[in-house]
C-alpha cells in the first residue's frame, strides 16, 4: 500500500499527486481531466477518462478453441463486459462449422447479445445490454421469482402427474441462467467502473461481494428446481407414489421454502436485519421437514422412496441457500448505521 502526503495549495484546498506509474498505466497527462467519487466508509476513488467509458472489445482466436471452449470464452467475455466480442479464425484461414455453431448458441444463451457481422474469417457480437436499464436489486428478485415459479411448477406436476408442468419448469432454466450471467455482468462491470454501480442501484461498491453470493445461490436453487422437474418427467405416471397426505405436505413444505426464499433476498435489497432473522427463525422450524416426511412414509420399493428423498433433498437445500442468503443480508443491514448498531470510527482525540 503505497502513502501520499496531503498539501494545501491554498486557504480552502488540499492536494496530493498522483502516482506515475498509475497515471502512465491510464494515459493521465498534465490537463487531463479525471472523476473523483466520494463512497461509504470515506472512500474517495480516482478515475481516469479511460475507465469510464462502457464500450470495449475483446477479440477471442478461436483456432486452438474447440465448440465448448469457444463457447465458454464468449461467456467469460461478455460476464467482464464487453461490449463487443470478435469470434477470428486466425491462421486456419475460416471458422468451420463448430465454430459458427458455438457462436449463435452463446447468443440465444445471454440476454443482449446479438451478432452484428459474419464473414468467413471473423464474426462480431455487440452486447446491447444498458446497465441503466437494470438495477441489481431487480435482477435479485427476478432470478428469486423464475425459481420459485419453477420450483412450483415442478411439485404440482408431480402432484397432479402432468409432463407439461415439469416441462415447462425445465424451459424456465434457460431464462433463470440468462439473468444469472446478466448479473455477473452488471456487478464484475460495477467492481471495474465505479460510476456503473449507481447506474445499477448501488451508492457504493460494498455490497457487490454479497450479491455475487446472492445471485450463484439463487441459480443453485433454479437448478435444484430443475431436479425435481427432471424426476417429474422420467418417473412412470409422472408423480410420486406417496399418498394424497403426504403429497400435501410436500406441498405445505415447498410454500414454506417459497416463503423463506423470497424473505430472504428481500431482506438484502432492503438491507433488513429483522427479516434476515425471521429466515432463520422459519428455516429453524422446517429444519426437520425432510426426516419427518420420510419416517412417515408407507411401505415402498426402494426406488420410489429414493425418488420421494431426492425431490425432499432438493427442497431442503433450497431452504439452506435462503438461509445463506440471509446471513449475508445481515452483514449488509449491519454495515450501516441502524436501530440495531450504533457505528464508531476507530480515531481518537488527541
Not at 479511460?50 to 469457444?70: C, F, P, R, W, Y
Not at 426426516?291 to 425431490?311: F, G, K, P, T, Y
Request: proline letters at 2%.
Amino acid at each position: 500500500m503505497e502513502t501520499r502526503k496531503v498539501q494545501r495549495l491554498g486557504p480552502s484546498t488540499l492536494a496530493m499527486t498522483l502516482p506515475a506509474k498509475w497515471a502512465k498505466e491510464h494515459n493521465v497527462e498534465k490537463g487531463d481531466e479525471v472523476s473523483l467519487r466520494m463512497g461509504g466508509k470515506g472512500t474517495l476513488t480516482v478515475m481516469p477518462e479511460s475507465v469510464q467509458g462502457e464500450d470495449s472489445e475483446a477479440v477471442i482466436h478461436a483456432e486452438d478453441l474447440n465448440a465448448d471452449a469457444l463457447e465458454r470464452a464468449i461467456l467469460s467475455q461478455y460476464v467482464l463486459g464487453r461490449r463487443i466480442i470478435h469470434v477470428d479464425a486466425g491462421e486456419s484461414g475460416t471458422l468451420d462449422s463448430a465454430h459458427i455453431n458455438a457462436v449463435y448458441n452463446a447468443e440465444t444463451q445471454l440476454m443482449g447479445l446479438g451478432v452484428v457481422e459474419e464473414t468467413p474469417e471473423r464474426i462480431a457480437i455487440r452486447c446491447s445490454v444498458d446497465p441503466e436499464d437494470f438495477t441489481l436489486d431487480n435482477l435479485l428478485e427476478r432470478l428469486e421469482s423464475t425459481g420459485s415459479t419453477m420450483r412450483n411448477e415442478a411439485i404440482k406436476a408431480l402432484a397432479h402427474g402432468n409432463p407439461d408442468l415439469a416441462q415447462r419448469a425445465l424451459n424456465r432454466e434457460r431464462q433463470a441462467n440468462k439473468i444469472f450471467v446478466l448479473l455477473l455482468r452488471l456487478i464484475f462491470t460495477s467492481y471495474q467502473n465505479p460510476n456503473l454501480a449507481r447506474a445499477v442501484g448501488l451508492n457504493d461498491g460494498f455490497p457487490l461481494i454479497g450479491y455475487r453470493s446472492i445471485a450463484k445461490n439463487l441459480e443453485l436453487t433454479a437448478d435444484n428446481a430443475e431436479d425435481i422437474a427432471e424426476i417429474a418427467l422420467e418417473t412412470e405416471g409422472h408423480s410420486l407414489n406417496v399418498d394424497s397426505s403426504t403429497m400435501r405436505r410436500i406441498r405445505e413444505f415447498t410454500d414454506q421454502v417459497n416463503e423463506i426464499t423470497e424473505l430472504a433476498v428481500e431482506a438484502a435489497v432492503e438491507r433488513d436485519y429483522d427479516i434476515a432473522v425471521e429466515v432463520r427463525e422459519m428455516f429453524a422450524e422446517i429444519g426437520d421437514r425432510e426426516a419427518e416426511i420420510l419416517d412417515d412414509l408407507d411401505e415402498m420399493s426402494n426406488d420410489d422412496v429414493l425418488r420421494v428423498r431426492e425431490v425432499l433433498v432438493s427442497l431442503q437445500q433450497t431452504a439452506q441457500y435462503a438461509v445463506r442468503n440471509a446471513e449475508i443480508a445481515t452483514n449488509l443491514a449491519l454495515s450501516e448505521e441502524s436501530e440495531h448498531t450504533t457505528i464508531q470510527s476507530d480515531s481518537t482525540e488527541d
